[in-house]
């Protein structure tokens, strides 16, 4: 299109959208194709030819700024086989809400895929992902630059060249191998970041906590961020050092929560302490009960007592109060030493019963073999399957057949599946949705033959992620049992 | 596989159903015939009457059921022959280690009931199998005279229906000069109550197709920025100017005929000696779901031709009542298969019917090689040269990436793109898209947008559409 046409088109253009006949503005060489025709006929083939210039003729420019995203990093682990995606799909609809989907990753994680990323990103601030993905983290929280993961080790130099998340899983290592030369890191560091990322700084001090760290985190006791300040109050306090609660509208809370305790002795010949909670005389006792539980600390409700944080648990009377018992488990997943998180689990898991199944609080902060202890208590126990659910930090596809026949979890299944309680068997899509993600791949696969001739529909939703676990036998990890 | 004809009679609403089943228990109807047994599932693919295959899925443990067919029937009669090819033909069905991604959609939404007893249901004694396979005696031989009766009636019709349509595009005319005449700034701003008006009009003067491309025609401008719309608007009216002007040199082309007034039946176009039929490899490279204001939704599957050394589509396109609800896709975004397809005749040949499906062929390579594209637009130019009437053009795009400019809009531009060109995408793009390196892109260019179907990149297809 020449020069000529080209403004002769413009003014055309500005003529029609006002309206009003266009002939005399036209190109010399339109108004010959337009002809000797009526004038509404003129204006049509001047349309048409008009039309085609502007869909042919003329291109599309691209703006003066098109900004483009960094390459989305091509992660180490091979994708997840085309053939399964759709299996994968399906159980990531299946997944309620993020902390499941997550689950499905970490599945697929364990033997050794990655996700295709048009099936599942990680939200900028996803810290559960397995630590493959945070690439995928860093690239989402758009950060700009070239290196995302730097092989080298993470030293006050080379700082910057690491990705948020990139850091924060080498911090974690570190933290595991090295606390000292990480918490130093993080002791210079930290102050210049803001008050978000200063707290999941201070966060990863739980990996390796040891006195040593002490004097930093007492340091944090003047920090900008309230939320650091408590975070560091708790840190201290699995260290067995003393704080104090802030903010909660009260000159000496823990005097206050010992109020809601009561102390007594139990025994005849050999008198025990015992810690009972006090009987609650209305919700808004619960509700401030509830309030004090969660900001103090263990060691300062033990010491209040006179006593140690193994004494405390030692003579907590579980069972009386259901609710108390939840809120002190809580409290020790919060703020107890590694030695009270694990004597809680081990009392309460050999004692067996309800109570037991506080122990589900702990998870977080319990290891690997305790963890799956409580899980096959729970399979063991059956009354409270759905707990199984609610486990948190558990390793996926560890377990086996024997782990379901050894108790009684498979006959309660199918009494379950087999009966017309709705509200059950909803409980046991939810169980069986978690076993999916816990099993080995020979035992989902007998598992879902088991749970389909009891009754469950073959093609039932619940089983999306057992049938996942059972296909996904290539880049096993080599923990079928 | 747990049926018997007996528990087919009774889930089947009416007599008429049967019989209709009874006819699409051959073989033949059924390009795809799998179960998965572990599942207590079977499903197939049913050639019906659209251009797109049904499908049919059957739980056989509690006779759930889901056909993608608008029928308001439940079950109707593909869901039906299923069954009873599932209880009088089991080997039929080729088993299946997994399920495709269609039936596990179906499976999440499904809610399951307690299986029930396959016991009478009520009308149950009203309805026979047997009946349903006795010949049907309706049919009566027709004499000569009838015949001459029938095809003067025919061409009575069809000389009507040219003279209704010709009067259609001369008040179409008319209306373009009157918007015209009036601003196209006006038009842009009433055009959805002014284009109902003529679309209403151009119904009744039996230029079907036309009213329904025109009633589209306020969609398409909205989709836009509103500077955008007068030349949006330009390139609408322009190109209904010379569709009017091509039907009346050529009342008779089929294709002019299809885009103007009604298109030909599924049996016209298979037998018709001029239809051009191309057995390949075919992978479907997305799929488009319309609701338009006639009441109709749309429902459009692109397929790329794999074996031609040159960019080749085809067009599956199925119209159904939206009140019948969402249906489920015929086939999945990747699927790939081969078949026969016979194209409608066109000057750019580009709807299809699917004639023979051969069998599927493994999924997950790339496209071919098509060279060097030098132009992203050739292609649009090249159909526009034929067919300046067409809207939307599939292209192959050459290795390029997404990008954003200062207001958000998505736009694809080639990798070093000496001609500085870079198309705006319609609609909202996936976040993850723009770090992903496209190394070919399928799409479709209407001549403001790039609407994007599938592309080729390091993680493998994407799927976009």
Not at chain 1, 399 to 419: E, F, K, M, Y
Not at chain 2, 30 to 45: D, K, V
Not at chain 2, 217 to 245: C, H, N, Q, T, W
């Amino acid at each position: 299109m020449n020069e000529l046409e080209q403004t002769g088109l413009a003014a055309m253009r500005d003529c029609w959208i006002t309206g009003g006949p266009t002939f005399d503005l036209a190109p010399a060489a339109w108004k010959e194709i337009a002809g000797t025709a009526s004038p509404d006929e003129r204006e049509r083939r001047l349309l048409a030819i008009a039309a085609q210039v502007l869909d042919i003729g003329l291109r599309p420019a691209a703006p003066k700024v098109l900004k483009r995203r960094p390459p989305l990093p091509v992660l180490a682990p091979p994708m997840l086989p085309e053939r399964l995606r759709p299996l994968l799909r399906a159980a990531l609809k299946q997944a309620a809400d993020a902390r499941r989907k997550v689950r499905v990753v970490t599945l697929v994680a364990s033997r050794g895929f990655v996700l295709h990323p048009m099936d599942w990103m990680p939200a900028v601030s996803d810290q559960n992902s397995p630590d493959v993905y945070a690439p995928w983290i860093d690239w989402q929280a758009g950060v700009e630059g070239q290196a995302h993961a730097p092989r080298e080790k993470l030293t006050e130099e080379n700082w910057d060249d690491f990705y948020p998340a990139a850091r924060r899983i080498a911090l974690a290592d570190m933290r595991r191998i090295e606390p000292a030369a990480a918490r130093m890191l993080i002791e210079t560091k930290a102050p210049g970041e803001v008050a978000e990322v200063r707290l999941a700084l201070i966060e990863l001090m739980r990996f390796g906590l040891t006195l040593e760290d002490a004097p930093f985190l007492k340091s944090l006791s003047t920090d900008r961020s309230g939320k650091v300040r408590e975070l560091a109050g708790r840190l201290l306090a699995r260290l067995g050092e003393h704080g104090r609660p802030s903010d909660v509208g009260t000159d000496d809370p823990v005097a206050e929560l010992a109020a809601f305790v009561s102390e007594g002795k139990s025994g005849f010949i050999r008198r025990r302490t015992t810690y009972t909670p006090a009987k609650l005389k209305s919700p808004a006792q619960e509700q401030r009960r509830a309030e004090l539980f969660e900001t103090c600390n263990l060691v300062d409700l033990a010491a209040r007592f006179g006593a140690t944080e193994p004494e405390i648990i030692g003579a907590w009377q579980f069972g009386a109060d259901n609710n108390a018992d939840i809120l002190i488990a809580r409290m020790v997943a919060a703020s107890g030493s590694d030695a009270a998180v694990t004597q809680m689990a081990d009392t309460l898991v050999t004692d067996g019963g309800k109570p037991a199944m506080f122990v589900v609080h702990l998870t977080p902060r319990l290891d690997s073999r305790r963890k799956r202890v409580f899980i096959r208590s729970i399979l063991k126990e059956t009354n409270y399957l759905g707990v199984i659910s609610l486990a948190e930090g558990i390793e996926a596809g560890w377990l086996g057949w024997d782990d379901l026949t050894n108790g009684q979890v498979l006959p309660a299944l199918r009494s379950i599946i087999g009966g017309t309680d709705d509200a059950m068997r909803r409980g046991v899509d939810d169980v069986l949705e978690t076993m999916g993600f816990l099993t080995t791949t020979a035992t989902a696969a007998r598992l879902i033959d088991e749970v389909v001739a009891a009754g469950i529909p073959p093609a039932a939703p619940s089983l999306t992620l057992l049938r996942l676990n059972a296909a996904l036998t290539e880049q096993s990890s080599g923990t079928d049992t | 596989m747990e049926f018997d004809l007996k528990t087919i009679e009774a889930l089947a609403p009416d007599q008429a159903s049967l019989g209709a089943a009874s006819k699409l228990t051959k073989r033949s109807n059924w390009p795809r015939l799998e179960r998965n047994e572990q599942q207590a599932l079977i499903w197939g693919e049913c050639q019906g009457s659209g251009s797109n295959p049904y499908r049919v899925v059957v739980d056989t443990s509690d006779h759930g059921y889901k056909c993608t067919c608008p029928s308001r029937k439940f079950p109707c009669k593909h869901t039906l022959a299923l069954m009873w090819i599932a209880a009088t033909a089991p080997a039929s069905f080729a088993p299946a280690g997994s399920t495709p991604d269609w039936v596990n959609d179906w499976l999440g939404r499904r809610r399951k009931t307690t299986p029930q007893a396959a016991g009478p249901m009520p009308g149950a004694a009203a309805k026979s199998i047997d009946e349903a396979l006795q010949p049907d005696e309706g049919a009566v031989v027709e004499d000569a005279a009838a015949v001459e009766r029938r095809e003067a009636a025919q061409r009575k019709r069809a000389q009507d229906t040219r003279s209704a349509v010709s009067a259609a595009l001369d008040e179409l005319d008319q209306w373009i000069a009157d918007q015209l005449r009036l601003g196209l700034s006006g038009f842009v701003d009433a055009s959805s109550e002014r284009c109902r008006r003529i679309a209403a009009r151009l119904v009744d003067l039996k230029a079907t197709a036309l009213a329904g491309r025109i009633d589209e025609i306020p969609s398409r401008l909205m989709a836009l920025r509103s500077e955008e719309r007068p030349d949006a608007a330009i390139r609408e009216l322009g190109k209904l100017v010379l569709l009017a002007k091509a039907w009346r040199s050529e009342p008779d082309d089929p294709e002019l005929k299809r885009l103007v007034a009604t298109s030909e039946t599924r049996e016209q176009i298979l037998a018709n000696p001029d239809a051009r039929q191309v057995e390949s490899h075919w992978e479907v490279l997305g799929e488009k779901i319309e609701t338009r204001r006639d009441g109709l939704v749309s429902h459009s599957t692109w397929l790329l031709d794999l074996k031609s050394a040159t960019p080749q589509f085809a067009l599956l396109l199925d119209y159904f009542p939206a009140s019948a609800g969402r249906r489920s896709n015929a086939f999945a975004p990747g699927d790939r298969f081969n078949a026969r397809l016979v194209f409608y005749p066109s000057r750019a040949p580009l709807r299809a019917l699917v004639a023979e499906r051969i069998g599927d062929v493994a999924s997950g390579a790339a496209w071919p090689d098509f060279g060097e594209l030098k132009d992203p637009l050739a292609a649009r130019a090249s159909q526009q040269d034929g067919a300046p009437w067409l809207t939307d053009s599939p292209l192959i795009l050459p290795p390029g990436a997404i990008s954003l400019d200062d207001r958000g809009t998505a736009w694809w531009q080639a990798d070093d793109d000496p001609h500085g060109i870079a198309l705006p995408i319609a609609g909202a793009v996936d976040q993850t898209l723009l770090g992903i390196d496209l190394g070919a892109a399928a799409a479709l260019w209407n001549g403001a947008r790039l609407d994007l179907l599938a592309a080729q990149s390091r993680f493998g297809r994407l799927d976009l559409s």
